[in-house]
């Protein structure tokens, strides 16, 4: 009986332990994740379904926000999805470790050079967003040094010279406004920007007014960023949202179970300033930014 309890007690030490480190809580999330998946059926997933909208459903009580038709909101909405109970694959063809962290998988091709990671993943949403609704001239980013970089200038032939923080540009190749040359210029954005140089360059939104594409964000190297795909409310003006993300190393972009309130999974409750804990990563605080 004393080995018993003294076991339980070391459980609960550990336990407690974990919850307070950030590498802790990757491993609670990582259990409580292969339990949801032992011991719980999803509640609010139409596995017969292929699109984010679709999939997903309200629950009682909620509705989805409407937003206007061809707008940024409702592509990330209807965003198509692979088959149900499709696994998340790297770069290199290898399966990330973690398979019990998403309810989906998104439709985005994944690059086997290896560079398509967090941020770079939904700046190519947003990217191909716009060249799909022929807004080309609005697709640029800033590098981490602060200096901009826009598809039009790539296009036209203008490359950057880069020497330490300085960068410089300079027209050395001919006009090419190909959707092949259109990767390419997102390649050398997932180089040089990322979570640090989103967040500082993009406008910062409060809780109450977050949105479908919104980000939530940790700026670092490394820093992870996540983004809004879907948004209900009810009577009250309660909202909950669905979250998705790519990944290190480069891998699918996947819609993120919620192990911190499984009665609500996938969807989530975001309050100004508080931590939200999502499969794999920790953010300390809320914190959201806005494409421009």
């Known amino acids: 009986m004393k080995k018993y309890i ?6 609960l030490v550990l336990f407690l332990i974990l919850r307070n480190t950030s590498k802790g809580r990757l491993v609670i999330n990582h259990l409580k994740g292969v339990m949801t998946n032992t011991v719980l059926a999803p509640n609010y997933i139409d596995t017969e379904k292929d699109s984010i909208s679709t999939r997903v459903i309200v629950p009682d009580g909620y509705k989805r926000v409407s937003y ?3 707008s940024f909101q409702e592509y990330l909405r209807h965003y198509q999805l692979k088959t149900y109970g499709s696994k998340i694959i790297n770069y290199d063809n ?24 967090c941020a770079d993943a939904l700046m190519r949403m947003r990217s191909e967003y716009l060249w ?3 807004k080309k001239g609005k697709i640029g980013f800033n590098f981490t040094s602060g200096h ?5 200038k790539y296009a036209e032939g203008y490359r950057p010279k880069i020497k330490g923080n300085k960068v410089t540009f300079h027209k050395t ?5 190909s959707e092949t040359n259109f990767y390419k210029y997102l390649n050398l954005i997932y180089t040089y ?13 409060a809780v109450k007014n977050v949105q479908i594409g919104d980000m939530l ?13 879907d948004e209900i409310i009810d009577q009250k003006g309660n909202k909950m949202y669905l979250l998705a993300q790519g990944n290190t190393p480069a891998q699918n972009v996947c819609l993120l179970k919620n192990f911190e309130d499984t009665s609500i999974s996938p969807w989530y409750r975001f309050t100004e300033n508080k931590a939200v804990y999502t499969p794999g990563y920790s953010f300390n605080k809320a914190r959201f930014i806005r494409f421009k």
Do not use: R
């Open 6 to 11: 003294l076991s339980l007690v070391i459980i």
């Open 68 to 70: 206007p038709k061809g």
């Open 94 to 117: 290898t399966e990330y470790f973690a398979q019990n962290w998403h309810e989906a998988i998104l439709e985005i091709p994944v690059p086997s050079n290896g560079l398509q990671q």
């Open 132 to 134: 799909k609704k022929n």
């Open 148 to 152: 901009y970089c826009s598809w039009s």
């Open 173 to 177: 190749a001919s006009a090419n406004h």
């Open 193 to 205: 920007a990322g979570t640090l140089s989103m967040h500082d360059e993009l406008p910062k939104v």
């Open 217 to 229: 964000v940790t700026p670092g190297s490394p820093g992870h960023i996540e983004i809004v795909v």
